[in-house]
């Protein structure tokens, strides 16, 4: 299995900028596609943007539109989540998750279970 290591998050000021980084091991450009999700305490793991490694759309869910960027380099086998203009409801655990799958479908890309590898996790705290 593809081992998944995020960094980049901290505590942070509302209004202020994050960008998480994960770094996929062994990952190999243009296969298959990395998504990012985020838990609160007490909700359910929540979708937030996806991005194929063969250059396809990415995609997010709406509340981050406008606001997050999510990219990678191919080269380094990593992905990249840029976040700004961060507010209070963006606090939570961020996951950086691996799929095989090589294109991104509405039915499926939001969804945990499409993923079979997993990071451990980085926090991110907006305060007021």
């Known amino acids: 299995q593809v081992q998944l290591v995020e960094s980049g998050g901290g505590l942070v000021q509302a209004g202020d900028s994050l960008r998480l980084s994960c770094a996929a091991s062994g990952r190999t450009s243009n296969g298959g596609a990395m998504g990012w999700f985020r838990q609160a305490p007490g909700k359910e793991r929540e979708f937030v943007a996806a991005i194929t490694w063969s250059g396809g759309s990415p995609y997010y869910t709406d509340s981050v539109k406008g606001r997050f960027t999510i990219s990678r380099d191919n080269a380094k086998n990593t992905v990249f989540l840029q976040m700004n203009s961060l507010n209070s409801e963006d606090t939570a655990i961020y996951y950086c998750?691996?799929?095989?799958?090589?294109?991104?479908?509405?039915?499926?890309?939001?969804?945990?279970?499409?993923?079979?590898?997993w990071g451990q996790g980085t926090q991110v705290t907006v305060s007021s």
């Open positions: 998750a691996s799929t095989p799958r090589i294109q991104l479908f509405p039915s499926w890309y939001g969804r945990p279970s499409a993923y079979s590898d």
